[in-house]
Each structure stands twice: as C-alpha cells, then as structure tokens.
C-alpha cells in the first residue's frame, strides 16, 4: 500500500481520536517542531502493522490510539501528574557474555541476577496498570535470561507492546520465533561498526558481529522488526563512516538504524567521550539528509535521541519515559544515572513521580514538549 494512503488512514485515525481541530493542530505542530518541515517518505511494515518509529506502537493499533490520546492530554493538561507515561526501559539481566568498552550498565554486571522473575512481574503488572503502551527490555544481556523474557511477553500480551534491547547473544532462529509467539513486536540489535574485527573489539567479544548480523536475518525470518543500534563515538561522527554504515544496515534489510552519542556512564564514566559541537553537527546534518532526501529512501529509517532532546528537552525523567536497572533502581534514562529507589521498596508510579520532580541531569525536561 502507498504511503500517502497509509498516512491518509493515520490522519484519519487522529481526526477520530482528537476531541477538536485545536488539538489536532498542536499534534501536527509538534511532528514538525521534531522532525522540521520536509516531508518523510518513510514507512515500515510488519505483517499488518506501519511503523514511523521505534519509540512508538504500530498503527493501526489500540497502543498507538492511546499514545495519541496521551499527546493530545499532554498538550491540554498543564499538570504533570496527569500526562501518562509512554515507555518503560525494563533491564531485566545483570550478566553479560561480552565486555562492552561503553556499557552503560557496567557497574551492576555480574555473575548473579538481581532481580527475581516475581520482582519483575509485579513491576510489569504495574505497568499494565498505567496504562503504559510500549516496553524496552534490556540489561545486560536479556537473552540470557530467555525463558523469564518469553513470561514477561506473554504477561505483557495484548496490554502493549514490546521491543527488546540485545548484542543479537543467543538470539537463534528458533528462539526468535519463540519471542514472537510470546509478543515481541521488534528487536534492537547493537552493531557499531561496519567491520567485523571494529566490532568485536569494542564489545571483547570475537563472535559479537556474527551474533549480531545472524540476529538481524533471524529476526526477519520470524517476523520481528530488527533495529540496529550505532553507539557513535568520535570515530564514527562523520559522513564517511556513517555512510560505510548506512550501507551495511541496507544490504541487511534494516528498516531502522538508532544513533545513540556516547555519554560519560558506566564503562565510559570519567572519559572524553562526548561528541564535539562539529562532530554533533555532522551527525544532524547526516541524520536530516538520510531520512528527508528521496535519494536515499532505500536506506533505513534513523532514529537519533539527541537531536529531538537538544530541539525540544528531555523525554525520560518520567517525561515520557524512565529506566529501571539490573538491580532495580529507578532513573532519568539509561545515560542519566542518580537512582531514586528501588522496585523492591517503591512501586512504578512513585518512582515516576520522584524522577519529575528529579529532572533530567543533562537536557531540560519540558513537560509540554
């Protein structure tokens, strides 16, 4: 089906939902705030699903009326206790068969889990609770951890949908078919570099490249959307490499690419490994011409955090969405540690609250962006 139809049957949708023009109006504003007034010619199938993004539940779908729902009382309603949260990043593994130089749960791996599948369960039926459309789960190594993932899914199922954060680890043709039976709808695979010898040196890992591209084609087979995800250090902060990468990502048949800027967290705490005003520049300007130029439509849709948090503040600080690590503890983000409690002592919804009134240490949050 044409894109222009697919956007036609989403316009339509939003028509449905919003109570009036006005709020329309504010959604449409704030797309193009975000993503600037060129026009995108980018869409995703899986199965019956249209995706323009990975932070967002397939359309049509009773998860994507509700994040729209979410927008339009987020644009009207000025209190934030009221504005719902969009997404959970759930760690749910503390242990890890690579030694990734960047990991940003590198102080709570280990040989042991920390959380107990009861701990985990009682914070997604939490979850499920309020109403929350769209889960990450990560860890460490959440593949390491299958049989509890697979209950977690079908605890989840039907109630939102679910995305999982991997190195590709374990992830074989038949357990990716297991995943989606459970519920999973796609699946964020880290590869961050072009070379297989490059990547395997940045996890210490001399398989991670054949784990990660063989997670990729086993994904597709079983119906799961794969998303690459590129930790872009200094190296990789320039058309040259980008492209290199780009190209890679295409000749897989990736439909989607996340661009995530090394921060100073966990493995990486204390160095000098934040992106310069020129090479974050060339990052943007790669990350515009990728996705608004007819050119390269054939190329896969990039995703990129820390263009929309620099345009319009923070999204995480139970903005939008928080992280919960390996052992528990509630933050900001993945990159914004300062723990505000722990799921053991403080339920889902405090632990909201408490990152509100927190802020995000590196953006501005903005609660009406």
């Not at 899986?46 to 994040?67: D, H, K, L, R, V």
């Not at 042991?112 to 990450?136: C, T, V």
């Not at 070379?195 to 997670?215: D, I, Q």
């Not at 620099?310 to 900001?332: Q, T």
Request: with cysteine.
């Amino acid at each position: 089906m044409p894109a222009r139809w697919i956007k036609l049957r989403a316009g339509l949708t939003l028509l449905r939902i919003s109570p009036s023009l006005k709020a329309l109006f504010l959604l449409l504003r704030q797309r193009r705030r975000l993503h600037g007034y060129k026009k995108d010619h980018k869409i995703v199938r899986s199965g019956n699903m249209y995706y323009w993004s990975i932070y967002t539940p397939g359309f049509p779908s009773e998860g994507f009326n509700a994040m729209i729902q979410q927008e339009i009382k987020r644009a009207f309603q000025a209190d934030p206790e009221t504005k719902a949260l969009q997404t959970l990043i759930l760690s749910i593994s503390s242990r890890c068969d690579y030694q990734c130089e960047h990991c940003y749960e590198g102080n709570n791996l280990g040989s042991r889990e920390k959380l107990p599948i009861a701990s985990l369960e009682k914070i997604l039926r939490e979850a499920i609770d309020l109403n929350i459309p769209h889960i990450q789960i990560g860890g460490g190594e959440p593949m390491l951890r299958f049989h509890d993932l697979i209950r977690l899914l079908e605890l989840g199922k039907g109630h939102m949908e679910f995305w999982l954060s991997t190195s590709g680890y374990g992830l074989t043709r038949d357990k990716a078919h297991d995943l989606k039976a459970a519920g999973l709808s796609g699946a964020t695979i880290s590869l961050d570099h072009w070379e297989a010898e490059h990547h395997n040196r940045f996890r210490n890992h001399p398989e991670a490249f054949k784990w990660a591209t063989e997670a990729v084609e086993n994904c597709k087979a079983a119906g799961i959307i794969p998303n690459l995800t590129l930790c872009v250090t200094h190296e990789m902060a320039n058309e040259e490499h980008l492209m290199k990468y780009m190209n890679l990502a295409r000749n897989m048949g990736v439909p989607f690419v996340r661009f995530l800027e090394a921060r100073k967290v966990g493995n990486y705490a204390g160095k000098d490994v934040l992106l310069t005003k020129e090479e974050q520049s060339a990052l943007v300007q790669f990350y515009m011409l990728m996705n608004g130029s007819k050119k390269y439509r054939s190329y896969p849709i990039i995703q990129y955090p820390g263009y929309h948090q620099r345009k319009l503040g923070c999204y995480g600080a139970g903005n939008r969405y928080i992280h919960i690590d390996s052992a528990g503890n509630y933050h900001s983000c993945p990159f914004c540690r300062g723990a505000v409690g722990n799921i053991n002592e403080m339920e889902l919804k405090e632990g909201i609250r408490h990152l509100r009134e927190k802020g995000c240490q590196l953006f501005k949050t903005n609660p009406h962006a």
